[in-house]
């Protein structure tokens, strides 16, 4: 099986920039088994929300409307890992942060998920 593992996140306040990274197990990229990855994130309160998706080469990438603007999503596949840029971090931005990757060519639904990475917390307080 594919492992996921995301990087701590933290704790910041309204405004400020995160960047979190989500490394694939060896040959992960290079497998049929990956195409796309992205990022979802999920709050006790709230269902489970799409972030950014990015495909295997990179070359396309897509959003979720709330994060628009703020948010980049990128890919290394030398190093196996996965991006996430978060500027102008608002406080409903606060969630655990999934990485994930499948087959798909773009993964805006968590039921297109083959891989999950643990989650990461991000808290962003005002």
């Known amino acids: 099986q594919v492992q996921l593992v995301e990087s701590r996140g933290g704790l910041v306040q309204a405004g400020d920039s995160l960047r979190l990274s989500c490394a694939a197990s060896a040959r992960t990229f290079s497998t049929a088994f990956i195409n796309a990855m992205a990022w979802f994130r999920h709050t006790p309160g709230s269902v489970r929300e799409f972030v950014a998706t990015?495909?295997?080469?990179?070359?396309?990438?897509y959003y979720g409307d709330s994060v628009k603007g703020r948010f980049t999503i990128s890919r290394d596949n030398d190093k196996n890992t996965l991006y996430l840029q978060m500027n102008s971090l608002k406080p409903e931005d606060t969630a655990d942060y999934y990485c994930a990757a499948g087959r798909g060519p773009v993964l805006t639904r968590g039921t297109a998920v083959d891989y999950w990475g643990q989650g990461t917390r991000v808290t962003v307080s005002s």
């Open positions: 990015i495909d295997r080469n990179g070359g396309n990438t």
